[in-house]
């Protein structure tokens, strides 16, 4: 997949996938510049692996085993230290990939990971308010110096040494319609709450509508979601549901909902 292979630190890039056949050809073309690819997809049913296997790709069929553990499997597997962990809805811009190169061709031992700005994207639009923009995110790491928190949502690689911040970024293309953003939101509200419930946090019949409310308003307004349009106002809706959807699902995990009855 690479274009050149004289650079002193080769790159894998890893990637977990499930019915993303429409989505993966482009994630695919734009890592052309790594030493290996490594998806790990999780039972299929279109053409994900197939298209994978096209570009080269090394393919694993793996159960799913949550965002955190998924990801950090797919890197377990990669042949080189350096990795590039990426989602089929993600793109890596030619100026990016040199980026790279350039940082691994001088890199300071000391440092354990990259983190990249992140453009995200909704209807094809790069959306620059709603806490977007600039969306900071470790993406290029040390296999061997660090790992993934375990959280089941909202997962983060945790690097043992220095992160440093490139000015580059990576195009994230988000949702395509408000659909995928629904969808979302009620997966990720389902994750969330089960870590709540796990955590024991105490959910009281108050907390719902305070922290949805809370964060309507700070993604619309402190976020500046408003200067995003009609787009912004819907982000900043589904941000407080999904905000509001955590907490109540955790009281009714929990079985308190029982007692508001």
Not at 156 to 165: E, I, L, P, S, Y
Not at 203 to 214: Q, T
């Amino acid at each position: 997949m690479n274009d050149s292979k004289d650079y002193p630190h080769p790159v894998s890039v890893a990637i977990i996938t499930k019915n993303e056949e429409e989505r993966l050809p482009d994630c695919l073309r734009s890592v052309s510049f790594a030493d290996q690819v490594v998806v790990v997809d999780s039972g299929s049913e279109d053409e994900t692996t197939s298209v994978a296997e096209s570009f080269g790709a090394k393919v694993l069929i793996e159960s799913w085993r949550g965002y955190s553990a998924q990801k950090q499997f797919a890197v377990d597997q990669c042949a080189h230290d350096w990795v590039l962990v990426l989602d089929a809805d993600e793109r890596v811009p030619r100026e990016t990939a040199h980026a790279i190169r350039e940082e691994l061709a001088k890199v300071d031992p000391n440092i354990g990971g990259y983190s990249f700005q992140r453009k995200n994207y909704l209807h094809g639009r790069w959306v620059k308010h709603c806490g977007w923009w600039p969306d900071r995110i470790v993406r290029l790491v040390h296999k061997k110096k660090g790992g993934f928190d375990g959280r089941p949502v909202h997962e983060k690689w945790v690097a043992r040494g220095k992160v440093k911040d490139l000015d580059a970024f990576i195009e994230h293309i988000s949702f395509r319609n408000y659909s995928e953003l629904v969808s979302k939101m009620e997966n990720y509200s389902n994750l969330a709450a089960r870590e709540l419930v796990e955590k024991e946090v105490g959910v009281n019949p108050l907390a719902p509508s305070f922290h949805g409310l809370w964060m309507f308003l700070r993604t619309y307004l402190l976020e500046l979601g408003i200067l995003d349009g009609f787009d912004g106002f819907v982000i900043s809706v589904m941000n407080g549901g999904g905000s509001f959807l955590k907490y109540a699902k955790a009281r009714e995990l929990a079985g308190k909902h029982i007692k508001d009855e």
